[in-house]
């Protein structure tokens, strides 16, 4: 029935508003539906995905293809509008039943749209006193929220040259080697031993929290033969320690956590490079919780590999990770005899991508996070107005007036050496008599402020503070006492 209209509208003196009438009532025809005049005051909606397959326009020349659907499209989406009118007049409860059979859509999708994603988007405002992330400050935010330019685009470039000197200040290295990896610190973490390490060789990992065991984790899956130094969540390790261990198992690679925050450790730098460097051995750091709030100093501390998170001290959100190689562990890197596990994490690729390789053209690698740049090339800006110096006196000052304000509640510290303790991140030895998970529930219905317990090995034996960054505050010192102290007077006790 509906083939024949065509030749009307492939005759040019035929009038367009004459058409459009046809066309209009012929597509009714063609739906299945009941014949109904436009001229009363019914509005109706044309279902496109109903009349769009019987529209057969291969019949026709090109010319009149273009007009039909052209015709098409401006008429139904005319139609649509007067619909959307009707369903507001005083006719609509009366037209209610012919509208509804107009409107019913047939369609191929059987998994109707989630509820959930038909509301609006809702994040409670929490105060993050974890040990990451941290609190987002405004103006990395607002960074973030720019609108993305390409990632192959030659101010995307720049960008991402100014993130390499950002990063190269923030670990006090002139590594051309530098970069940030598209993920959080366990992507710098992968890329490290991955592009480091071979299957069989022989490495030697430092655990005394969850990070080394994390770290040995990715190394054997990788194939390499892993060897432990073991102590409990924050015990360290003197280097006579480590360098017997290191004569002993000859590793090619040893890792050390300098901010171990499932403990709240700040581990002891000094002097490891060098027995490394002795025993022919590439020396890896985690400084994910510590990168600004501790000191550490790559090139004078002979670190080899050293990584960190963009959310904590950074107060970026999470979703990059800086890291940098010195000459040697490019050397190692670069000479392997097997390609790297991951193809993500492979350095001879990253390298170019982030213009380390030399070359003078950067080639398609990966799609990196663009507004993860953004807002980790301006917590880096903000750090490098600050100063090192000044946020590292800033993380030690309020991280003191945390634990006077514990101890005068009555708490204690789990790490009883100051000096070893953690500045971003204060472990509380668990209080007698108390459910951790109570207090920690308790604090964040009432208070709304986030505080967690210990993660792998230190799961109950410790709650743990985080003030980093832009939380870095005494005010927020004394919220996070304030919350405590209301926990411990109301919340009850475990019956002994």
Not at 57 to 71: C, E, K, P
Not at 203 to 225: D, F, H, P
Request: one cysteine or more; glycine letters at 8%.
């Amino acid at each position: 029935m509906y083939w024949r209209m065509w030749p009307i509208f492939a005759c040019p003196s035929f009038s367009s508003k004459r058409a459009d009438w046809l066309f209009e009532r012929r597509l009714l025809f063609t739906t299945g539906q009941r014949p109904v005049s436009f001229k009363s005051s019914h509005k109706i909606r044309l279902n496109l995905s109903v009349c769009l397959p019987k529209l057969h326009l291969g019949y026709l020349g090109t010319r009149t293809s273009v007009m039909m659907q052209r015709a098409f499209f401006g008429r139904s989406l005319l139609l649509a509008q007067q619909a959307a009118v009707g369903l507001d007049s005083p006719l609509a409860p009366r037209s209610a039943p012919l509208l509804q059979r107009l409107e019913r859509p047939m369609s191929s999708v059987t998994i109707p749209p989630p509820a959930c994603m038909l509301r609006p988007l809702e994040v409670p405002m929490r105060y993050l006193f974890g040990p990451g992330p941290s609190n987002v400050p405004p103006r990395i935010l607002a960074a973030g929220a720019r609108q993305i330019i390409g990632h192959t685009h030659t101010e995307m470039y720049e960008i991402m040259n100014d993130i390499k000197k950002g990063i190269q200040y923030a670990f006090q290295t002139e590594n051309h080697m530098t970069i940030a990896m598209s993920g959080s610190g366990h992507a710098a973490m992968e890329c490290a031993v991955f592009n480091t390490v071979e299957p069989g060789e022989s490495v030697l990992i430092s655990i005394n929290g969850i990070w080394g065991e994390r770290v040995a984790e990715i190394a054997e899956r990788m194939g390499a033969n892993v060897h432990r130094m073991v102590k409990t969540p924050g015990g360290y390790f003197t280097n006579k320690e480590i360098e017997q261990a290191i004569a002993k198992y000859k590793p090619v690679l040893f890792f050390l956590a300098h901010g171990e925050s499932s403990a709240g450790l700040c581990h002891p730098v000094d002097g490891i490079g060098d027995i490394c460097r002795k025993h022919n051995c590439l020396f890896l750091v985690d400084t994910v919780a510590s990168l600004g709030a501790a000191p550490i100093f790559m090139d004078k501390q002979n670190i080899d590999i050293l990584y960190c998170g963009s959310q904590k001290a950074l107060n970026a959100p999470p979703g990059t990770a800086p890291i940098s190689f010195n000459d040697r562990a490019c050397h190692k890197m670069f000479n392997r005899k097997t390609k790297p596990v991951s193809y993500l994490f492979d350095m001879t690729q990253l390298s170019n991508y982030w213009g380390c390789d030399g070359k003078p053209a950067r080639v398609y690698h990966h799609t990196g996070p663009v507004s993860g740049f953004f807002a980790l090339r301006e917590a880096l800006a903000i750090l490098a107005e600050k100063g090192l110096e000044e946020s590292w006196k800033k993380h030690k000052e309020v991280a003191a007036y945390l634990y006077r304000g514990l101890e005068d509640l009555g708490l204690k510290l789990f790490i009883p050496e100051r000096d070893l303790r953690l500045p971003s991140v204060t472990t509380i030895a668990i209080p007698d008599g108390y459910d951790w998970m109570g207090l920690l529930t308790y604090i964040m219905k009432h208070h709304q402020i986030e505080m967690t317990g210990g993660l792998g090995p230190s799961v109950g034996m410790v709650m743990r503070i985080g003030l980093m960054g832009y939380n870095c505050e005494k005010t927020n010192a004394d919220l996070a006492l304030h919350a405590l102290e209301d926990a411990l007077k109301n919340y009850k006790k475990r019956r002994a």
